[in-house]
């Protein structure tokens, strides 16, 4: 593995988390070296949306370590700016801003947050626009296009801010079962560009075909983790066996 | 796939023939069945409220045009002579009264020769509602033009300089004392209620969110009169020995106040109704507090509460009358004054329409103009 020599892009050490008195992280510890490609998965739950809104401190944690590109996580606004402008979050339901043109919303964090005169952001923004094959849908409104076009649009949002490290939150959950495969496509490009990328979802396949590492999580914690083949063939503890019995069963 | 063109339909098959609907599906007849006549029920109502309708128009034309005196004879002395009126009392309408009273009912005790002033004065509200209602103005320098014209308003109606003479402000009254309360009652309240919203929802500073708790929750459990007396009664109490505020500035401020606190609820309504992923994709984009606020919440939020939004105006508008109370003299009460004239005793039925043709002029013109502002985000859109 790679993540020997290099400082890891995102690190969790014992990062424990309460919501009231239920206990939805439980020592989690997790490394994610740079350019690697990290699955989230388990059961609805299991804490893994919660752990992966951490890393961008949507959600605070209460105990233990978050570091991501070697800034840690804490109260400073200073260090959250910096982790926010360098790692990019597509969510289950797109989160697009419905009164804002699919161009306005490429350009507005680069404008507003890395000062990037228009003209430029709005070059930069027609860029990943054709890498995620939309180009076409710049001048229209969120609401006028599908739900895997705004999807589309989300990554590359997020993109335009030109992110080290790239957070999927169940990107495919929402869609339409034809069109889950034009966002998978659209991730499985940026994989191969070689993106950090962490992602929860359910789609094995997409796992195997790019994930360097699959970690299963359940009740709050990580259960057991290892390489896509090793996960889904040798299972090793009945948790993560169970688990596969059932999204198999529901394929 | 594109549908097919005209030439190609007609090419492989015959157009259909295109007949009017018949008389029984469209048309002001089909109309009336399906709205007015549908069934027993229905056509006996339309019967009777169309009579009823018909009753009270003939009654009102009866009364307001044919009975109705337009203007009265002067007496050899000079005076009006309203006998012509008297006559016809409660037989028809004495808008005779109106021709003579209209300047008091619009512009009160304001020095008689000077009322052009005031006149003007409204011209340049209406002016700057106009302006301001054109989205094409809609830019920094609508704020200067603002300030320009408030600052020529004061001048005018106070004078004192550039050869106007001084008119003291207990003179001043009538519609631009309505239109004074409410421009800038709403013009200020508006952007105060806006930050009370944001402070009331604020999780990181719980001392400025308590503040804006304990702000709306008292302003709102406090009648309006109240807060106006207090304004007029209490607040020179707590001012230092020799500084005076004006009267009309201190029921501006109560009402700036009062409408804040009704404003802010509506407002922190629409940033609640907003789904939470809005805020957290600006999060996650890394925009700062205000970035977010100013470019994703805030334009979602107002545009949900616009109906709420204008509801509230147009409350606050008719409000205005009641500084009556602390006596001064905004529209209605130099129309209800104009009544108390012994030479038009008993005209009171044609001040009061005309009143209220005022008042429904500017609040339908609010109603109509946001209905308008609704449709153009709606379609700008698309959702």
């Not at chain 1, 982790?83 to 804002?100: A, K, T, Y």
């Not at chain 2, 023939?17 to 069934?39: C, D, I, T």
């Not at chain 2, 992923?277 to 100013?294: H, R, S």
């Amino acid at each position: 593995m790679s993540q020997t020599l290099e400082a890891p892009a995102i690190a969790l050490e014992k990062v424990n988390k309460w919501y009231g008195t239920m206990h939805v992280l439980r020592d989690v510890t997790m490394n994610v070296a740079q350019k690697e490609r990290v699955v989230v998965c388990g059961p609805s739950g299991s804490g893994k949306s919660t752990m992966i809104r951490c890393i961008n401190r949507l959600e605070t944690h209460q105990e233990g370590r978050i570091i991501v590109d070697g800034t840690e996580l804490t109260d400073d606004l200073r260090a959250l700016d910096t982790i926010r402008r360098e790692v990019g979050m597509v969510f289950q339901s797109f989160n697009l801003f419905p009164h804002l043109t699919i161009l306005e919303n490429c350009t507005l964090a680069p404008i507003s947050v890395r000062k990037m005169p228009k003209a430029e952001a709005e070059e930069l923004a027609m860029d990943f626009l054709r890498k995620v094959k939309i180009p076409e849908q710049a001048k229209k409104f969120p609401g006028q296009l599908s739900g895997g076009q705004q999807q589309r649009v989300a990554i590359a949002r997020a993109l335009c801010m030109k992110p080290k490290i790239m957070l999927f939150d169940e990107p495919t959950s929402a869609l339409d079962p034809e069109m889950i495969k034009e966002v998978l496509d659209t991730m499985v490009s940026l994989a191969e560009s070689g993106m950090t990328m962490v992602c929860v979802t359910h789609e094995m396949g997409f796992a195997r075909m790019v994930a360097d590492r699959v970690v299963f999580m359940d009740r709050g914690e990580i259960v057991e983790s290892g390489t896509p083949a090793r996960m889904f063939e040798d299972p090793q503890t009945d948790r993560l066996k169970l688990f596969l019995s059932q999204i198999l069963r529901g394929h | 796939m594109t549908p097919p063109t005209a030439d190609v339909m007609d090419a492989t098959t015959p157009a259909p023939l295109r007949e009017r609907p018949p008389a029984s599906v469209y048309g002001p007849v089909a109309w009336m069945r399906a709205n007015l006549f549908n069934g027993i029920f229905s056509s006996l109502v339309t019967l009777i409220l169309g009579f009823l309708i018909l009753y009270g128009l003939y009654g009102f034309i009866e009364w307001g045009v044919v009975n109705a005196v337009w203007s009265v004879p002067r007496t050899a002395t000079g005076a009006l002579d309203p006998t012509s009126c008297r006559l016809v009392h409660g037989l028809g309408a004495c808008w005779a009264a109106i021709g003579d009273k209209w300047r008091f009912m619009l512009f009160g005790r304001y020095p008689y020769g000077q009322q052009w002033r005031e006149a003007l004065c409204l011209l340049l509200f209406i002016g700057l509602y106009w302006v301001s209602a054109d989205r094409r103005f809609w830019r920094r320098e609508l704020g200067l033009i603002w300030v320009a014209t408030l600052v020529v308003i004061f001048t005018l109606m106070w004078g004192g300089v550039l050869g106007l003479s001084y008119v003291a402000q207990d003179e001043w009254g009538g519609l631009p004392i309505t239109l004074i309360l409410a421009t800038f009652g709403l013009a200020l309240a508006f952007p105060l209620s806006v930050l009370v919203a944001l402070g009331r929802r604020s999780t990181k500073l719980p001392a400025v969110k308590m503040l804006c708790v304990v702000y709306v929750e008292l302003i709102r459990g406090v009648p309006l009169v109240a807060l106006l007396f207090m304004a007029n009664v209490m607040f020179p109490l707590f001012l230092p020995e020799g500084v005076n505020i004006d009267k009309l500035l201190r029921a501006q401020i109560a009402f700036i106040l009062f409408a804040g606190a009704y404003l802010a609820e509506v407002v922190r309504g629409g940033l609640q109704a907003l789904p939470k992923g809005q805020a957290e994709a600006a999060d996650a984009l890394g925009l700062t507090y205000w970035q977010k606020t100013m470019r994703i919440t805030l334009p979602q939020a107002l545009r949900l509460v616009i109906p709420p939004l204008v509801n509230t105006f147009i409350g606050f508008f008719k409000d205005t009358s009641l500084v009556l109370t602390i006596g001064i003299l905004d529209f209605l009460t130099t129309s209800k004054t104009a009544m108390a004239d012994p030479v038009w005793q008993g005209v009171s039925t044609e001040i009061y329409i005309v009143v209220a043709l005022v008042y429904i002029a500017f609040c339908y013109t609010m109603s109509s103009y946001s209905r308008g502002v609704e449709r153009t985000l709606d379609g700008a859109r698309n959702r």
